[in-house]
């Protein structure tokens, strides 16, 4: 199919984009033979197909299908499924490849297919390889079949099986923000001897009661009271395909993905002194000081779960994670990335230790930091910016340069990077007290503004 897909839809992690302009009928039937074609190259005739709710995701996933079976390839449809649920079939059906249809945390219009292949998803090279094959005559293979196959209870069954029954009761709110957390969101707590609180668990994909994206705080006011008004011990907020975690303290404080990467670093370095441990330059600088603290090696790497769970696998990282809520445990798990899971290791923490998630949490720094903001910056200009950035950044300051530039002042950091999956540049920035964050702050600003990008607000 020549000329009528938009290649800014390939992106580094993902294909994503409008649902109704970018991803067509046309279109996602062209990407499933593609991608049908791709995994024939390499063997592959079985693939396991789910999706997130987006009123879109049916269309989509008929039409990849299509593409799909017309390449010779046979399909497990497993339904209206989570991210990592859809990861873990490959595991459970013996498969090779695998397609989810979800748009993740990104507006209600908007949607994406994720492609797996043995045990992983694919990243950079290989979707643009993709991409060339939709631009290719290939050839019909099939016709391949389509079976359809529900594996939520042993997936639930199966994560029941990981925990050891805990020393009490914790009382827990989970908020499923409308996605594909909230029909057994419940379910999974209770098999873990939870008394559960859910909160947005009827799956709508127009997201009426706020966005599924927990990174955000205005997006956790809901869970926060909750957690607050009854009592409960912890909540937990999942995006909307639930691959990402957001976790809220007995008190209503929201606890973001590098310092709850500390907690889990803490548990797993005590098993495994002197691991190398992954840290991507949007996380706080409490995360690598902890990590060294507890006796591990650190080794800063690109943002990006793909990237992530692909050098962890090079490495042989037990565990890694993301600012933004995506956690990878691979001492003893998968390895991919699972918000159910990961809410599981923190009740195991607060079961083992017997102290509260405020009282955990207390030991780890708190530096003034604002939360990450998100620049418009079309695709086809951001990385050239992120250039032009880095270069006159580094004439006054040092800097981390694998993934954009974490600028290194003498009081802390500014990050300045273009997102891999939408047309943002994204900015964060930490300083040890407020002084010295106002200063990095003011800095920041000034280098986007040189570059004509518009104002913004920082949250803290």
Known sequence: ???????????????????????????????GRAYGAWLRERSVDRVSVGGDVRLSTPRIRAAVARGLTASGIDIMDIGTVTTPLLYWSMHHLDLKGAVMITGSHNPPNMNGLKLGYDNATLWGDSIQEVRRLTESELPSCGPGTVTARDITDDYLAMLASRFEPFSRTFKVVCDSGNGTAGPIAERFFKSLGCACIPLCAEPDGRFPNHHPDPQKRENLQDLIEKV?????????AFDGDADRLGVVDEHGTVIFGDRLMA??????????????????PKCSMALPEEIERLGGRVLFWKSGHSVIKAKMREIGAPFAGELSGHMFFADEYYGFDDSFYAAGRILRILSRTGRSLSDLMASIPLYPATEEARIDCPDSEKFEVIRRIREKALKDY?????????????????LIRA???????????????EKALAF???????????????DFTWTF
């Open 398 to 414: 040092k800097g981390l340069t694998l993934d954009g530039i974490r600028i290194l002042y003498p009081g802390g950091w500014g």
């Open 440 to 454: 990095i702050m003011e800095d920041v600003k000034k280098r986007l503004r040189a570059e004509g990008l518009p």
């Open 419 to 433: 997102s891999n999956t939408q047309p943002v540049i994204t900015t964060r920035c930490e300083g040890r007290d």
């Open 1 to 31: 199919m020549k000329g009528n897909i938009s290649p800014e839809i390939f992106r580094e992690y993902d294909i994503r984009g409008d649902a109704e302009r970018d991803l067509t009928d046309d279109v996602v039937e062209a990407i």
């Open 228 to 236: 607050k008004s009854s009592g409960a011990d912890v909540g937990f």
């Open 263 to 280: 907690l889990y670093w803490a548990e797993i370095l005590k098993a495994r002194p002197g691991t190398e441990a992954i840290v991507e």
